[in-house]
């Protein structure tokens, strides 16, 4: 276990690096003097002193293998730099904004699990109609694009009913963006849970619990969904990226704080430190849920725990 | 497995030993044969009538979808303006038709980008022998650490947001998903029996490769391709909301999302209207994409 999970660490480290390599190099494969982009772009007309200047202080002039050990330097000590539009260090302009996309992020996946739970628990392998309805459902939910299914959570619930504000601050404008994350990802995993669930109906375990007496009620609730969820779990470090990537949009359509409002107007604004470190931050998180993924897959199947020594 | 997203930590859609094209031996589950489903043909129909709105606009909406009509900002739909009218008084529902030739081309675009650079790097990785398959793995798990439009969003940083940016940036960001799928295929295949008896009966290599392994590995690709274009327009969607593509006044379902968003409360259908099209077009596409995977595996559906 303790081996696998170093591996797998290392494994993370020599990823971002390779993430980081790439990100520098398309930087600097950019047209155009950043120097001549800190100072507002080619249409502010900088003099060609303050160009100088500026690419004195960033350093610019200097050999590109030596900005590239700088640049790799800082990833360790997750320091991007300072933003070219904000004037302030990239890190502690993602410091003060990660924590609402993070609580924002997080209640969405707990709210995509417990959707997806119910709905398997109710409609997976049920004969008819329910079985059928259920699995339109969430293909329907996992086809929903978030920026309209916000926009549409947002007139209903918030224009119309009044009854979420329609900025998404406050702890109840938190509700109508962790649902629109969180009801695409529930259809996905619910997709997944029940082909699972469906499949391992027909297993011989299930047939014994049925013989020792277990209510079909307790076979499904603890034996299947246990089996069922596995995969949903393994992919739920993804899930967890692709909700940090839709905050982005769930934080456009509600005007809420966070990293993804900040990342959208820096890419428009071409500020490629803060775009890099947003985007290098949202990797790490990314790369950590996965490992935390595999620690939970090992606690889910005890399966796992005495092969892991052979395996890793 | 089927769903509707491509998505990085999926288990693999396609068949892990694919029967060859001519096997011949095709069960259909005798209550779900695709073509007997309604949903099928609405979803058709549905992408029909999109193809004939990108092909031919005016057949469907002969009004200018540029027009403007001052007297007319924001009326609600009506029986004049079906889908109502815009803050210049222009008509939605024109304006969406109109728009479905560049958003469809802008999918189609990103969605032929993402499988060439899929196919290259795949096709490198799964005949490439170790070292190589090594360092495709290597590229493609390094790309699938920007989860979703992350990687279309640094693209656009990088060279500015206009069309053609989008459906590069779209494009580039389907590639590992793509990637790792033609990888997978092509190694199955060429592990599988005919192809080992192809080789055993004395064909050329580049027979094999291009007679037997490509056409093999790639056939359950057309899926991809169905399932994959829905989720191109729905991204190059997501990035024009976000302003990042086509600008106002064009007709372009993203773009017109981004300017409805101003809107929002005194005008609804603005943004409404574009993206029920957008996602009814995903959906449609998901089905037949669906439908046509059960009519083609051989061995019929899982």
């Known amino acids: ?312 | 497995m089927t769903t509707a997203t491509i998505a990085p930590g999926e288990p693999d859609v396609l068949d892990p030993a694919p029967a060859p094209a001519a096997a011949g031996v095709r069960k259909v589950r005798r209550a779900s044969h695709p073509l007997r489903r309604v949903s099928f043909w609405v979803a058709a129909a549905f992408i029909a009538l999109v193809a004939v709105a990108a092909l031919w606009p005016s057949l469907l909406a002969p009004q200018d979808p540029l027009a403007i009509d001052l007297g007319k900002s924001f009326d609600a739909p009506s029986a004049q303006h079906v889908f109502g009218t815009d803050q210049s008084g222009r008509d939605v529902y024109s304006r969406v038709v109109h728009g479905a030739g560049q958003s469809v081309l802008i999918g189609v675009g990103a969605t032929a980008l993402g499988l060439a650079g899929a196919v290259l790097l795949g096709v490198l990785g799964g005949l490439g022998g170790r070292a190589v398959d090594a360092g495709v793995t290597r590229v493609i798990e390094v790309l699938y650490a920007f989860p979703g439009i992350l990687l279309a969003l640094i693209l656009i940083a990088v060279f500015g947001s206009s069309a053609g940016t989008q459906i590069l940036a779209v494009g580039i960001a389907t590639i590992p998903g793509y990637a790792r799928m033609v990888r997978g295929q092509v190694l199955a295949v060429r592990g599988a029996p005919y192809v080992q008896a192809e080789r055993a009966l004395g064909h050329s290599s580049a027979h094999v490769l291009f007679r037997t392994l490509l056409p093999n590995a790639f056939r359950p690709l057309t899926v991809l391709v169905t399932l994959g274009i829905g989720q191109a327009i729905v991204w190059a969607s997501a990035l024009g909301f976000l302003g990042m593509g086509v600008q106002p006044p064009a007709p372009e379902w993203g773009a017109m999302l981004n300017a409805g968003r101003n809107y929002l409360q005194q005008a609804w259908w603005l943004d409404f209207w574009p993206g029920v099209v957008i996602v009814l077009l995903a959906l449609s596409l998901t089905a037949v994409g669906r439908a046509v995977q059960t009519l083609t595996q051989p061995g019929g559906p899982r």
């Open chain 1, 1 to 312: 276990m303790v081996i696998r999970v170093t591996r797998r660490i290392v494994e993370a480290v020599v990823l971002l690096l390779a993430v980081g390599t790439i990100v520098f190099f398309l930087e600097h494969a950019v047209p155009g003097d950043p120097a001549v982009a800190i100072l507002g772009g080619a249409a502010a007309h900088p003099t060609k002193e303050a160009v100088a200047a500026v690419t004195e202080q960033y350093g610019f002039d200097r050999p590109l293998i030596a900005q590239y050990g700088d640049f790799l330097g800082g990833l360790f000590r997750l320091d991007f730099g300072e933003s070219y539009t904000l004037k302030q260090s990239v890190t502690s302009v993602i410091a003060g904004q990660i924590g609402p996309t993070l609580a924002l992020t997080v209640s969405a996946l707990v709210i995509a699990w417990l959707l997806s739970i119910a709905s398997t628990l109710l409609t997976a392998g049920r004969p008819g109609i329910v079985g059928r309805l259920g699995s339109v459902v969430e293909t329907v939910a996992a086809g929903l694009p978030q920026f309209w299914l916000g926009l549409v959570l947002l007139l209903v619930f918030a224009v119309q009913l009044h009854w979420f504000p329609v900025i998404g601050s406050g702890p109840l404008g938190i509700v109508l963006p962790a649902l629109t994350l969180a009801i695409p990802l529930a259809g996905f995993l619910g997709q997944v849970t029940r082909d699972e669930f469906e499949d391992k109906q027909q297993q011989p375990f299930v047939l014994s619990a049925r013989s020792r007496g277990l209510s079909e009620r307790a076979i499904r609730g603890k034996y299947v969904l246990r089996h069922a969820a596995l995969p949903g779990v393994t992919l739920s470090g993804w899930g967890l990226g692709s909700l940090v990537s839709g905050a982005v949009i769930a934080e456009v359509v509600f005007a809420r704080q966070g990293i993804g409002q900040v990342l959208v107007t820096a890419v428009s604004a071409q500020d490629l430190p803060l775009v890099i470190g947003i985007t290098f931050v949202v990797a790490l998180v990314y790369v950590v849920a996965n490992i935390l993924t595999d620690i939970a897959y090992v606690v889910i199947d005890p399966r796992l725990r005495r092969t892991t020594g052979a395996a890793a």
